[in-house]
């Protein structure tokens, strides 16, 4: 069964800094999608970014981007230019090439300083 | 686009009771999901719908948690009798279509229950 493993229960950084949260999962599959979601306080989750694993190229959405070692099988979130409205608890998931069930990590709760 | 809607947003009750949840996909969207998510944990799907046909339920607790999706749109969760260890939020999601291979999920606000 395939797991994902987020290591940082609780992270901090200072407004207008990068800061990178870790995930590592485990699979035998050789083709998969990759995801982070963030979830802020009022409960809604949102998708972040989303990683093919037969793309070698890093995805990024505008000051999000991603960090894929296949090989390694991490998959790591950069935040630049950190923003108060970035706060929130980050989960990493894991979905199969084919099917919709996504395996998320037990999350990284980020913290914004002013 | 109105996203998908939860009701209610919290609930109380004692062990042995019964409760249940709605969720009301984003209009149009074929696949309906309910995780749960227990403090500190990350999500873990109940049951995947694909209009009202169930996809995957392998990690229902059968034996107390039901749910169905009537006409293929809204859906209800149900819990009888509940136990202490079914406090946790419960998240509704929908997507498009679950062929595609960029198919997104969209998720609800949650119904955090507490079972006292």
């Known amino acids: 069964a395939q797991t994902v493993t987020q290591s940082q229960p609780e992270m901090s950084v200072q407004e207008a800094e990068t800061v990178t949260l870790s995930c590592t999962y485990d699979t035998s599959e050789s083709d998969y999608y990759l995801f982070w979601y963030k979830q802020p306080p009022s409960r809604q989750m949102i998708l972040v970014i989303r990683q093919e694993a037969y793309k070698q190229q890093n995805a990024t959405e505008n000051r999000f981007s991603v960090n894929f070692q296949k090989a390694a099988k991490s998959f790591s979130l950069k935040i630049s230019d950190s923003q108060l409205g970035d706060a929130a608890m980050y989960f990493c998931?894991?979905?199969?090439?084919?099917?919709?069930?996504?395996?998320f990590g037990a999350g990284t709760i980020l913290r914004v300083k002013s | 686009e109105a996203g998908v809607a939860q009701s209610p947003r919290y609930k109380i009750i004692e062990k042995r009771q019964s409760v249940a949840f709605w969720c009301n996909p984003i209009s149009g969207h074929a696949t309906l999901y309910w995780y749960q998510q227990i403090l500190g944990q990350g999500p873990k799907l109940l049951i995947q719908?694909?209009?009202?046909?169930?996809?995957?339920d392998s990690q229902l607790p059968k034996d107390r948690f039901s749910a169905e999706r009537l006409k293929g749109v809204d859906s209800t969760l149900k819990i009888q009798p509940a136990k202490l260890e079914d406090s946790a939020v419960y998240l509704c999601a929908s997507s498009l279509d679950s062929g595609r291979l960029t198919d997104t999920q969209y998720f609800g606000p949650g119904t955090r229950l507490t079972v006292l």
């Open positions: 998931a894991y979905r199969k090439q084919y099917g919709n069930k996504l395996v």
């Open positions: 719908f694909q209009n009202n046909g169930v996809v995957d």
